[in-house]
């Protein structure tokens, strides 16, 4: 039925201007019909965040302007979790979606995989893995550590030892030790030496925790945050003795031990209290004259070289829970790091341990401000689009039909197959690889802008414009692989062999 619009000249206020009444078109008798202008059809962005404590990443979701999925929607553009999740889970996920942790990290995150893994690279790497204290695995390398205090007995040598659970979190459970005896050997625990000349600010031992964001493991890519968090002892540090072994919050730089302490200062400002910003304290270095830049690059390379070590468990996890996918394809995972590092005298960062679910509380105004600028900068990086679902679903649906009617399938050969036949086909696969390999590349375009464009507070800093220092990544990749695949499976082998050449076909 023909919709007809007649203007009444009456309506017309003073305010209206005829620039503001709906489009019409005139028919051959001079009356007016309005236009149906098509409206295009705008989605938005699903965030699943039933898995999170934290406030502060609804807040962020809704500043997005995200909307929020239901506890039970498996179909949301983003999924967000606290804990890691089952490889299962991430193999069920559809190619639009993304997931906030990889399958795989905890070679990394927990202390005795970390100590394991390094162990084998600084065996193979001594030079570029020094950045981690002497570590052991009890009970297995019980005899080790023995043995190694029997050498220090015999130079007349004493040193502390700190004893972490293996799989422990937020400073329980840690002890210092100077009488080796007393060890049990039979517990689950690593022991390490204890770095007892640290870098002080105002007479307090302290520790920092940078953000870590990977987006992609094939190929790998890794963005360091540009600020961040340092955690404070709350009482004066002494070289330890027998006297002070006990003084956990001398020796310890957790916030949630120290925050128990009647000498932790809350602060509203980033240069006071307990608490502090790594913005802060990049501007305390540029004013004592120490080289800030040589600071950020030393903590770059550490925050690489660990991930490198990761590399192979998190890539074989991820194609396992992935199979089929092209190398360059979108990753669906993706997560935050929390690395606490510690300082020398000498402002040479080490390794303490990484967490796959760092804390996004907010207890403090400088823990609202650092971490909502994390999550922020993060989601903007990861340019999650509505239009990805509808895309994927068409793909899916088109993939489907092809595979039904046999479109676009080339012509198989057969043992009678001509000259030219053959030919042919040579040129069609030739065609189909060249249409992937520009498709792939136009990604990779459009990935590259979008991260110029949205970097934001974060840095890229794997891959490298540094060319030197990306060969040098790629050479410590490559051992990494070797250590990985050493003794495996030769079907695994097969299947992991050159990963770097893939790799760097998508870089």
Known sequence: MTVFYIPNPTQYDQGTSPMNMPPTLSNQNGVKRKV???????????????GTKYEIVRIVIEEMIFHKARDDDEMANLIWNDSSVQHEKIAELRNYQRINHFPGMGEICRKDCLARNMAKMIKSQPQE????????????????????????KRKRKQKTFIVKPANGAMGHGISLIRNYEKLPVQDHFIVQEYLDKPFLMEGY????????????????????????????????????????????????????????????????TVDKGSKRSIGWFTEFLRTNDYDVAKFWGDVSELVVKTLIVAEPHVLHAYRMCRPGQPPGSA??????????????????????????????????????????????????LLNIRASDKRRNLAQQKA????????????????????EWERQR??????????????????????????????????????????KLLLEKYESLLSAAFQTFLAGRAASLQKEMNNPLKRMKACT
């Open 36 to 50: 149906h202008t098509k409206k295009k059809k705008k989605g938005f962005i699903t965030a699943n965040v039933a």
């Open 129 to 152: 893995y020094s950045f981690i204290p002497k570590t052991w695995i009890f009970p297995a390398e019980c005899t080790q550590f023995q043995n190694y205090v029997k050498e220090l």
């Open 205 to 268: 031992k302290f520790d920092l925790r940078f953000y870590i964001l990977v987006t992609s493991c094939d190929p790998l890519r890794v963005f360091l945050y540009n600020d961040g968090l340092v955690r404070m002892g709350t009482e004066k540090y002494h070289t330890p003795n027998e006297s002070n072994l006990n003084q956990l919050y001398m020796h310890l730089t957790n916030y949630s031990v120290n925050k128990h302490n009647e000498n932790f200062e809350r602060d509203e």
């Open 331 to 380: 990753s669906i995972c993706f997560e935050v790091l929390g690395f606490d590092i510690i300082l020398d005298r000498k402002l040479k960062p080490w390794l303490l341990e990484i967490n796959r679910a760092p804390s996004f509380g907010t207890d403090q105004k400088i823990d609202y401000d650092v971490k909502k600028g994390v999550l922020i900068n993060t989601l903007k």
């Open 399 to 418: 993939e489907a039909q092809r595979r039904l009617y046999g479109q676009g399938s080339m012509r198989k050969l057969t043992a009678g197959s001509s």
């Open 425 to 466: 086909h040579l040129l069609e696969r030739r065609r189909e690889e060249l249409k992937e390999r520009l498709a792939q590349v136009r990604k990779q375009v459009s990935r590259d802008e979008h991260e110029k464009r949205h970097l934001g507070n974060y840095r890229r800093i794997y891959p490298p414009d540094d």
